[in-house]
């Protein structure tokens, strides 16, 4: 049984990706370069389509987006009890040679970064890729930092944090009981 906590309140999450958005858009648009959000499954997905709504509407410029899905790439595969659920992988344009930005919610161990630079490098080779996470919890496993970060949260391992973008929006920890 888990209960949920309310960590941060969508009051605070909206301008906090805001301000991340404006921080992605501004670093390499004053570079004139091109960038593409890549947003990985799950919930990466949410963050980056917002990312790109706000880029959209303050400014005008359209950042290409993709979405992806990394459970094949996973190096726990084998130690699950069930096959993962395959997700839609969506890349409408050529990777080689462009800026990308991972998103994902949450940077926590690692290893999902990890599985998503396999599955990209995959599909091409980028000029640069960043990483836009909403939350770092500190300390991954691999030698992983986030370029672009809304909130550090330290909270014990064995809690984990959920964002909600739809029903309850917010950034709250699950506390396993």
């Not at 080689?96 to 991972?102: A, G, P, Q, T």
């Not at 994902?104 to 690692?110: E, F, I, R, T």
């Not at 490098?121 to 300390?139: E, F, H, M, Q, S």
Request: net charge negative; aromatic share 8%; with cysteine.
């Amino acid at each position: 049984m888990s209960s949920k906590k309310q960590l941060i309140p969508a009051e605070k999450m909206w301008p906090e990706i805001k301000r991340m958005a404006m921080a992605i858009h501004n670093r390499y648009i004053n570079l004139e370069e091109d960038y593409a959000f890549v947003g990985i499954q799950q919930l990466g997905v949410p963050l980056a389509e917002k990312l790109q709504e706000i880029i959209i509407n303050e400014t005008g410029y359209t950042p290409a987006l993709a979405k992806l899905d990394i459970s094949m790439y996973r190096d726990d595969i084998s130690n699950r009890k069930r096959l993962p659920l395959i997700r839609e992988t969506d890349i409408p344009f050529d990777v080689n040679d462009k800026i990308l930005v991972l998103v994902d919610d949450v940077l926590s161990s690692g290893r999902t970064i990890r599985a998503a630079l396999d599955a990209i490098t995959d599909y091409g080779r980028p000029k640069v890729i960043r990483l836009a996470v909403l939350v770092d919890r500190g300390n991954p496993e691999f030698p992983i930092h986030a370029d672009f970060t809304g909130f550090d949260i330290d909270i014990p391992a064995e809690n984990k944090i959920v964002v909600e973008f739809e029903d309850e929006p917010g950034i709250y920890c699950k506390e396993w009981n």
